[in-house]
């Protein structure tokens, strides 16, 4: 039978989170999933915490492949999976126990493609912080009112959601693959594409601050890339006239330092480039000439 919900978590060398994770993943009060666990060539012992887990929960499916970062470990997942819609969790955060429960008591109740909820980030210090609220529960079909409940493209998260995998396959909706920031392409054709969003207020996704992850220093590579993802977004938000906030149309940034500190930012668009003092004090602003 079809597994209500198909839960894909890649996974990287996070042997010091993954039982948390598993623990929030498997004792969810929705039964009917399939755990499918990607182990993206974790050099740690993330491939014996999986074996361990396998062996005493046969929903979960583990897969294992060379390390081509997060992009290709999810997308390995969604190859296989069977469930009505498709979640993620990333393999250092956890849920809720009624997480999946919830958003999938949402999305059918109202026949919706998306059930979205919010985010609450967690640091090693016990610090908490709310990084996505939701409010209440209610539908959207409008591409604008997607983007701004969710606060996209400037939050683009995949893992606080679900989607209905028919629709993810009809638009061929797949994350890009050896690149970092590869939640932004993936984001904005799902919340697109994809008809309608229900948000759910009665359950949250936890973010753990992972200061050893891959994601924290932004090296070039990391810049060049979020730069391909920021052109992406415009390209994409032209073609289907979609308006967002001015700083997500910015082509590039350029920060100047003195002894280390940042004293100055010009970021560029393409028919202007402003100038501002310590990042914040807009001194100066520059036409192009196309």
Same mark, same amino acid.
């Given at each position: 039978?079809?597994?209500?919900?198909?839960?894909?978590?890649?996974?990287?060398?996070?042997?010091?989170?993954?039982?948390?994770?598993?623990?929030? /993943?498997?004792?969810?009060?929705?039964?009917?999933?399939?755990?499918?666990?990607?182990?993206?060539?974790?050099?740690?012992?993330?491939?014996? *915490?999986?074996?361990?887990?396998?062996? !005493?929960?046969?929903?979960?499916?583990?897969?294992?492949?060379?390390?081509?970062?997060?992009?290709?470990?999810?997308?390995?997942?969604?190859?296989?999976?069977?469930?009505?819609?498709?979640?993620?969790?990333?393999? +250092?955060?956890?849920?809720?126990?009624?997480?999946?429960?919830?958003?999938?008591?949402?999305?059918?109740?109202?026949?919706?493609?998306?059930?979205?909820?919010?985010? *609450?980030?967690?640091?090693?210090?016990? !610090?908490?912080?709310?990084?996505?609220?939701?409010?209440?529960?209610?539908?959207?079909?409008?591409?604008?009112?997607?983007?701004?409940?969710?606060?996209?493209?400037?939050?683009?998260?995949?893992?606080?959601?679900?989607?209905?995998?028919?629709?993810?396959?009809?638009?061929?909706?797949?994350?890009?693959?050896? /690149?970092?920031?590869?939640?932004?392409?993936?984001?904005?054709?799902?919340?697109?594409?994809?008809?309608?969003?229900?948000?759910?207020?009665?359950?949250?996704?936890?973010?753990?601050?992972?200061?050893?992850?891959?994601?924290?220093?932004?090296?070039? !590579?990391?810049?060049? +890339?979020?730069?391909?993802?920021?052109? +992406?977004?415009?390209?994409?938000?032209?073609?289907?006239?979609?308006?967002? +906030?001015?700083?997500?149309?910015?082509?590039?940034?350029?920060?100047?330092?003195?002894?280390?500190?940042?004293?100055?930012?010009?970021?560029?668009? !393409?028919?202007?480039?402003?100038?501002?003092?310590?990042?914040? *004090?807009?001194?100066?602003?520059?036409?192009?000439?196309?």
């Amino acid at each position: 039978m079809q597994p209500q919900i198909s839960i894909i978590i890649p996974i990287y060398n996070v042997e010091k989170f993954l039982s948390r994770c598993l623990e929030s /993943v498997i004792h969810q009060t929705l039964k009917d999933v399939e755990i499918i666990c990607v182990n993206d060539g974790s050099a740690d012992s993330s491939p014996n *915490i999986l074996k361990e887990f396998a062996e !005493k929960d046969n929903r979960i499916v583990v897969l294992h492949q060379e390390n081509k970062g997060q992009g290709a470990a999810r997308n390995a997942g969604m190859n296989v999976a069977r469930g009505k819609y498709v979640g993620f969790v990333d393999g +250092d955060d956890w849920i809720d126990l009624n997480y999946f429960e919830a958003l999938y008591a949402a999305a059918e109740k109202y026949n919706a493609s998306m059930a979205c909820c919010g985010i *609450i980030r967690k640091y090693p210090s016990s !610090k908490t912080r709310v990084k996505l609220r939701v409010g209440e529960e209610k539908l959207y079909s409008a591409a604008a009112e997607k983007y701004k409940i969710t606060e996209s493209p400037r939050k683009c998260y995949v893992y606080n959601k679900i989607y209905l995998r028919s629709e993810l396959e009809l638009h061929k909706i797949r994350f890009p693959e050896g /690149v970092y920031f590869e939640d932004i392409a993936f984001s904005i054709r799902a919340l697109y594409f994809l008809k309608t969003l229900v948000t759910v207020p009665t359950t949250s996704y936890y973010y753990w601050v992972n200061y050893q992850s891959t994601t924290r220093e932004m090296t070039d !590579k990391k810049q060049r +890339d979020l730069l391909a993802a920021r052109l +992406d977004f415009i390209e994409f938000s032209h073609k289907y006239h979609i308006n967002c +906030d001015e700083k997500w149309y910015v082509q590039s940034k350029t920060v100047y330092k003195f002894l280390g500190i940042p004293v100055m930012k010009v970021y560029e668009w !393409k028919t202007i480039k402003k100038y501002y003092l310590f990042s914040l *004090i807009p001194i100066f602003e520059k036409r192009i000439s196309l």
